[in-house]
C-alpha cells in the first residue's frame, strides 16, 4: 500500500472519531456509542496511535473555548510520578475526622449495648453465639458484632442482584426489607438504572455485537466446558490460541489461562516462591495476593502503600540481614505489587519499582487485574501506561472479569516461566479449565482492543479512547464541584471519600433512588477512616449518562455535606492550568 | 500519729463557689477523712520497719533503672551494619532463578500433552492427531455425560443472549445473578440441604470454606488421603491440624479421644475451639455413617468435600448423604463441585442458614472475586435439573458401566485396580510385581520411572482409540503423594462396546509396556 494512500485512510478514521465527539472528547449521541463505529470498514493497517494522536491534536484545536478543562486535561494527560500528588487525607478537615471517629465509637458502642440487652431479653436469638451441648459456636460473638450491628444496617446496600448483563445500564431486581434487613423480599418489580458499579471498563459486557457472536459460534464448536483440568484433558486448541493471544497482547513470551481471577493468584504464588523465600508486599494488596502469599510459606514483608522510600528500605534491610535467625541469604525475593489499586484508583509507580528492581535483583510480580485493557493508550495495562518494557517485570497477572467483559485471568511471563507453571502450578493442574464461552468472550474482546478484528478495526481503539475521556471527564467534575476524589488522573475507578459510617448507605441509598448504581465501601475493606463511594467508568457511559450522573451525585452530595472542598475549586483549576 | 492534720485542710481543692454550702461541707469532710487515713496509714507501715523501707526504696530503684535502660528489640538478631556494607551484600546477594528448568521427563510431558480440537465429550478429536478418527475419552470427568448434551449447550446461546458473558463483579457488587440465586437454591434442595452458596471455582471454594470457620486455635482432624485444594485450605486457616490414617475410623476415635482429652485437661471450657473432620472422597468411599456417629460422640463438626462424588453417588446422584443414606444436615459443611460431573464450573457449599450468610462476608473466594458466569450457571441449573427429573436414564448405566469396567480391567495381568467398586472413578497402576519384573538389572524404580511407564502406557491406549491421562499432581506440595496412577473416568454416555473397547486398549498397551525391559 502507497504512503499516500496511507493517509487518507488515517484522516478518514480521524474523521469519523472526529465528527462524533464535542469539545470533551466524548461522544455524544445514541445509547451505544459502539453503533457508530463503520462495520465494514477495512483499515487494519490504519497506524492507530498516529490516528489517535492526529484526533487528539485536532480536539485540541477545536476547541479553544472552554480553555481551562482542556488545559486540565491536557496537563493530566502526561503520566505524573506519583511523589509530587499530596495526599488528600492531609486536607482533611480535623471536625470531619473527629466526627468519623465519633460515630463509630457510637454505632459500637450502641452495638454492645443492642447485643447486652438482647442476649437478656431474647437469648433464644442469639443460641448461634453459645456453646451448644458440647460444640464451640461456630461464629464468635466477637467475630460477628460487626457483622450483626454494622453490617446489618446497610446490607441492602450490599449483593443487591441483578438480572441480565451488567452493562452502562443494569437491571435491579427490586427488593424491600420488613424487618431491618434481617431477610428481604423481592417486589417483583425490575429497575433498570445507571450503572457505576461493575468493572465494564471497556463496555464488554454485552450480550449483542460482534463478540457475543463469536462467542456463541465458539460454543457452537467447541461445546460449553471441559469438565477436566489444564494439565490433563482440559487444553483446547482454543485454550491454547488464547493464551498465546494474550502472551502477544500483553507483550510477554508466553502465558497461562486460569479460571478464576481469586485463583490466579491464591494458586499461582505457590509455585513461585516458597520457605526461605521472601515476599515483599504492598500494604494494600488485594486479598488474593495476600492468600497467595500466605499459601506460598515464604516469610512475608509489607512496605508502604506506593511508597518507593519504604520498599527500598525493606529490600536493603531484607537482603544485608539475609533470613531472620540464621542469617542466610534469602533464596528470592519476590515484590509484588497491583498495577491499579481498586479501592483507591492509583497506579503503582512502575518506573521506580523497575529502577530498584535493576538495582536490587528482585523478581517483580505485577497484578493487573484492574489495569489491564483499562490503561495505558493501546490498553496494555500499567506498562503500556509509564512506557515500560513488559520484560522488565518478571510476572505478569491480570484478569480478564474486568475490561475484556470475561471471567478468570491469566499469568504472563517468559517461556521458561509459564511451562513450570502449566506442570506446577495449582490452578492448572487441580482447578478446572477455563470454559469455552468465556474464552471466547476473552479471545473475541482482545482481537478488537488489538485492532486484529477486520471488520471492527478502529472499535477498540475507539473504546479506549472514550473509557480515557471519560474517566478523565468524571473525575475532574467531581473534583470541580468540590468533592474529595482519591486517585491518579486517567484512572478508571474514581473513589469518592464519604468518611462518615452514616454517610455510607445514605449515599447508596440516595443513588438507587435516583437510578444510579455504586458501590460504596468501608471498613474492613478500607481504613477506618475513610469509607468512601466507588466509581467505576465505563466506555459504554454516554455524555448523557455521566451528566446524568454527575448532576445527580452533585445534589447528593449538598444533601450529605460531603463537598469538604467546595470553594477551593477555582484555585484548584488555576494552579492546574498555571502548571 | 496523733497530731491532727488541720492544718491541711486549706490545701484540699474546695469545690466551685455557687455550690450549696451542705455539699461543701460533706465534700470537705469526706476528703479530709480520707487524706488523713492516707497518711496515718503509710506513717505506721513504716514506724518500726527500717528493712521494709530499705527494700521499697531499692525497688524504686530498680523500677527507675528498668526503666532508663537501653531498649532492645526481643526476638530479633539484626546485625547494624554501615551504609557501605549493605551495598556490598546487596551487590553480593544473587537470587536463585525464578522457576527452576525443567526436568527431561517434565519437558517430554509438556510436548506431549494432550490438545484437544473441537468440543469436549465422550468422543474428542486431538489437534496432534494426524488422521481423524475421533478417539473415546477416558481422561475426562463426564461421569454423566453432560458433556455431550446438546440442550445444555442450546440453552447455553440462550443465555448468552440474555446475560452475555462475565458478570462484571464480585457477588457483593452487583455481580448476583437471579440464575445465582436460583442455582443455590435449586443445589440445597436437591441435596436436602438448607442453604447453598456459590463459588466460581471449585479449587477456591474448598480454600475459602474451610478459612472461613477454622481458625488459629481451632482443631482440625483430616483424613490423610484429602486432595490439595484441602491441605490448601488448612494451611490457609492456620489452625491445629491432626491427620488420620485414610478412611480408618478406629484411628480417628484413637485421635479425636485423644484431642478431646487434650481439651479437658487444659480446662479450657469457655473457650472451647471449633473441631472439624475433614474427608473427602474419590475413588474410595468414606464410611460416612461410621462419621457421623464419632462425629456425635466427640461432638465434632463435619466438613465434607464431595467433589466428585457430587451427581455421582447414591440412588439420586446425590452425592455421599444420598448413597449412606444420612440425613445432609449431619455434615455441617458440604464443599461440592459443579465443574465435574455436572459438567459446567465453579462449586459450592451447603449449610445452616447462618453459616451460608457468614461466608457471603467472610468468603474470601465469594467476597474478593467475579461471580460465575451466566451460562455457567444456566448450564450447571439445566444438567442438576436433568438428573433430578430422571436419575434413572444416568446412573444405572454409569454403575453397570462401571462394574462392566472394573471386572474387564481387573482380569488384565500385572495390573492393579484401586477404588470402591461402585466408583466410576477407577485409578490403575501396574503391581509391583511387575514392575520388578520390568526392571533388567533389578534396579529400584524412580517416580520418574514408572511416570515415564504410565505416560507410554497413555500413549499406547492412544494409538488403539482411547484417550487416558495419567493422575497429574503437583508433586512438591502434596502432603502424601498417592502412587503415579493412570486414570479411568468411566461415564453413562459411554456404551459397552467402547467400555470393552478402551479395557481391550489398556490390555494390550499393558502387554506391550511389559514385555520391554528397561
Known amino acids: ?579 | 500519729m496523733d497530731p491532727p492534720l488541720d492544718t491541711l485542710a486549706p490545701l484540699t481543692p474546695s469545690p466551685s463557689a455557687g455550690d450549696p454550702a451542705a455539699e461543701r461541707g460533706f465534700f470537705h469532710t469526706a476528703w479530709d477523712f480520707s487524706f488523713r487515713m492516707g497518711i496515718r496509714y503509710i506513717k505506721n507501715s513504716y514506724k518500726d520497719d527500717p528493712f521494709r523501707t530499705f527494700l521499697e526504696v531499692c525497688l524504686i530503684g530498680f523500677i527507675i533503672w528498668y526503666i532508663t535502660k537501653q531498649k532492645y528489640n526481643i526476638g530479633t538478631n539484626e546485625i547494624t551494619l554501615s551504609e557501605k556494607e549493605v551495598d556490598e551484600l546487596v551487590d553480593d546477594w544473587k537470587p536463585e532463578p525464578l522457576v527452576p528448568d525443567l526436568t527431561e521427563f517434565e519437558r517430554e510431558t509438556l510436548e506431549k500433552a494432550i490438545m484437544i480440537e473441537g468440543p469436549n465429550g465422550t468422543k474428542v478429536r486431538l489437534a496432534s492427531a494426524t488422521n481423524s478418527k475421533p478417539l473415546l475419552n477416558f481422561a475426562s470427568y463426564n461421569f454423566l455425560g453432560f458433556l455431550d448434551n446438546p440442550d445444555i449447550e442450546k440453552h447455553a446461546h440462550e443465555t448468552l443472549r440474555k446475560y452475555g458473558v462475565g458478570s462484571c463483579g464480585p457477588p457483593g457488587f452487583y455481580g448476583t445473578l437471579d440464575v445465582h440465586m436460583e442455582l443455590e437454591k435449586q443445589v440445597a434442595a436437591f441435596i436436602g440441604h438448607s442453604t447453598a452458596i456459590l463459588y466460581s471455582q471449585a479449587f477456591a471454594a474448598t480454600l475459602s470454606v474451610i478459612p472461613c470457620f477454622s481458625k488459629r486455635g481451632d482443631i482440625i482432624v483430616a483424613d490423610e488421603g484429602v486432595n490439595l485444594p484441602i491441605q490448601q485450605a488448612i494451611m490457609l486457616s492456620r489452625s491445629k491440624v491432626y491427620w488420620y490414617k485414610h478412611n480408618d475410623m478406629a484411628d480417628l476415635e484413637r485421635i479425636l479421644k485423644d484431642v478431646n482429652k487434650q481439651l479437658h485437661g487444659r480446662g479450657a471450657k469457655n473457650v472451647l475451639p471449633r473441631k472439624f473432620i475433614i474427608t473427602r472422597n474419590t475413588g474410595d468411599i468414606t464410611p460416612l455413617k461410621d462419621l457421623v456417629e464419632l462425629k456425635h460422640r466427640y461432638k465434632f463438626r463435619i466438613i465434607l468435600d464431595e467433589a466428585y462424588s457430587f451427581g455421582v453417588l447414591g440412588k439420586r446422584g446425590a452425592g455421599l448423604t444420598d448413597h449412606s443414606n444420612v440425613d445432609p444436615h449431619e455434615v455441617d459443611l458440604l464443599i461440592g463441585s459443579l465443574c465435574n460431573s455436572i459438567g459446567a464450573s465453579g462449586g459450592f457449599c451447603c449449610a445452616d442458614k447462618d453459616l451460608i450468610e457468614h461466608q457471603r462476608l467472610s468468603g474470601l473466594g465469594y467476597c474478593y472475586s467475579a461471580s460465575m458466569p451466566g451460562i455457567l450457571t444456566v448450564a450447571a441449573a439445566d444438567a442438576i435439573q436433568a438428573l433430578e427429573a430422571s436419575p434413572d436414564t444416568y446412573l444405572p448405566n454409569m454403575h453397570e458401566n462401571t462394574a462392566l469396567m472394573r471386572s474387564l480391567l481387573k482380569r488384565i495381568p500385572g495390573l492393579q485396580v484401586d477404588g470402591d467398586p461402585e466408583s466410576p472413578l477407577i485409578h490403575i497402576r501396574l503391581t509391583p510385581e511387575t514392575l520388578v519384573r520390568m526392571k533388567r538389572s533389578g534396579g529400584a524404580w524412580t517416580k520418574t520411572d514408572i511416570d515415564r511407564v504410565l505416560a507410554e502406557l497413555v500413549e499406547e491406549a492412544q494409538k488403539d482409540g482411547v484417550l487416558l491421562t495419567p493422575a497429574k499432581y503437583v508433586d512438591e506440595h502434596e502432603r502424601l503423594l498417592p502412587n503415579s496412577s493412570i486414570r479411568i473416568c468411566v461415564s453413562s454416555a459411554h456404551t459397552r462396546k467402547e467400555i470393552e473397547k478402551c479395557a481391550h486398549a489398556v490390555k494390550s498397551a499393558v502387554s506391550r509396556i511389559t514385555s520391554k525391559k528397561r
Open chain 1, 1 to 579: 500500500m502507497g504512503k499516500g494512500q496511507r493517509a487518507t485512510q488515517v484522516y478518514k478514521s480521524t474523521e469519523f472519531i472526529e465528527h462524533a465527539r464535542d469539545s470533551d472528547g466524548l461522544i455524544n449521541g445514541p445509547a451505544d456509542p459502539f453503533k457508530l463505529a463503520p462495520s465494514n470498514s477495512s483499515s487494519l493497517l490504519v497506524d492507530s496511535e498516529k490516528a489517535l494522536k492526529a484526533s487528539k491534536l485536532s480536539s485540541a484545536s477545536a476547541s479553544v473555548e472552554p480553555a481551562p478543562t482542556t488545559a486540565a486535561a491536557a496537563t493530566s494527560n502526561s503520566p505524573s510520578p506519583q511523589a509530587e500528588r499530596p495526599s488528600e487525607l492531609e486536607s482533611v478537615p480535623s471536625f470531619i475526622l473527629v466526627t468519623t471517629y465519633l460515630s463509630f465509637l457510637m454505632l459500637i458502642v450502641f452495638a454492645h449495648l443492642r447485643d447486652f440487652f438482647g442476649k437478656l431479653l431474647h437469648p433464644e436469638e442469639y443460641v448461634q453465639l453459645r456453646e451448644q451441648n458440647g460444640y464451640a459456636p461456630m461464629v464468635s460473638d466477637f467475630e460477628s458484632l460487626w457483622t450483626r450491628r454494622l453490617y446489618g444496617r446497610i446490607r441492602d446496600c450490599f449483593n443487591r442482584p441483578i438480572t441480565g448483563v451488567a452493562g452502562g445500564h443494569v437491571n435491579l431486581l427490586e427488593r424491600v426489607s420488613h424487618d431491618a434487613n434481617a431477610t428481604f423480599e423481592f417486589t417483583g418489580r425490575v429497575r433498570n438504572v445507571l450503572n457505576l458499579a461493575s468493572y465494564n471498563y471497556l463496555g464488554f459486557a454485552q450480550s449483542e455485537g460482534p463478540c457475543a457472536d463469536k462467542v456463541e459460534q465458539a460454543m457452537r464448536e467447541n461445546g460449553v466446558t471441559q469438565a477436566s483440568t489444564r494439565a490433563e484433558a482440559g487444553t483446547t486448541r482454543l485454550l491454547a490460541e488464547t493464551e498465546d493471544m494474550v502472551a502477544r497482547f500483553v507483550g510477554t513470551e508466553a502465558s497461562l489461562i486460569v479460571s478464576m481471577g481469586y485463583a490466579t493468584n491464591a494458586l499461582n504464588i505457590p509455585a513461585l516462591v516458597s520457605r526461605g523465600c521472601l515476599i515483599i508486599s504492598d500494604e494494600l494488596n488485594h486479598n488474593s495476593l495476600v492468600s497467595g502469599a500466605r499459601l506460598s510459606g515464604a516469610t512475608i514483608r509489607v512496605f508502604k502503600h506506593n511508597n518507593m522510600q519504604s520498599l527500598e528500605e525493606q529490600l536493603r534491610r531484607s537482603i544485608s540481614q539475609g533470613q531472620p535467625r540464621t542469617h542466610r541469604p534469602w533464596k528470592k525475593i519476590l515484590v509484588v505489587v497491583e498495577g491499579l489499586y481498586s479501592m483507591e484508583g492509583e497506579f503503582c509507580d512502575l518506573p521506580a519499582i523497575v529502577r530498584l528492581r535493576r538495582r536490587y535483583g528482585f523478581y517483580l510480580f505485577v497484578d493487573e487485574a484492574h489495569s489491564i485493557g483499562a490503561l495505558g493508550k493501546r490498553g496494555r495495562g500499567v506498562c503500556d501506561h509509564f512506557n515500560i518494557d513488559p520484560h522488565d517485570v518478571d510476572v505478569l497477572m491480570g484478569t480478564f472479569t474486568k475490561s475484556f467483559g470475561a471471567a478468570g485471568g491469566y499469568i504472563a511471563g517468559s517461556k521458561a516461566l509459564i511451562n513450570y507453571l502449566r506442570l506446577h502450578s495449582h490452578s492448572a493442574v487441580y482447578a478446572e479449565a477455563m470454559s469455552v464461552p468465556v474464552l471466547a468472550q476473552v479471545s473475541a474482546s482482545m482481537r478488537m482492543i488489538m485492532g486484529e478484528d477486520r471488520e471492527h478495526a478502529l472499535e477498540g481503539q475507539q473504546r479506549l479512547d472514550q473509557l480515557a475521556v471519560n474517566a478523565r471527564y468524571f473525575a475532574r467534575r467531581l473534583a470541580e464541584m468540590g468533592f474529595m476524589t482519591l486517585g491518579d488522573s486517567g484512572s478508571p475507578v474514581v473513589p469518592l471519600l464519604l468518611f462518615s459510617p452514616a454517610k455510607i448507605p445514605a449515599f447508596s441509598r440516595e443513588c438507587l433512588k435516583r437510578k444510579i448504581a455504586v458501590v460504596v465501601v468501608s471498613y474492613p475493606a478500607t481504613p477506618i477512616i475513610t469509607g468512601r463511594v466507588r466509581f467505576c467508568i465505563s466506555a459504554s457511559h454516554t455524555r448523557e449518562d455521566l451528566d446524568y450522573a454527575l448532576e445527580h451525585i452533585s445534589e447528593i452530595g449538598d444533601l450529605l455535606m460531603i463537598k469538604f472542598h467546595q470553594g477551593k475549586t477555582i484555585e484548584t483549576t488555576e494552579t492546574k492550568k498555571l502548571e
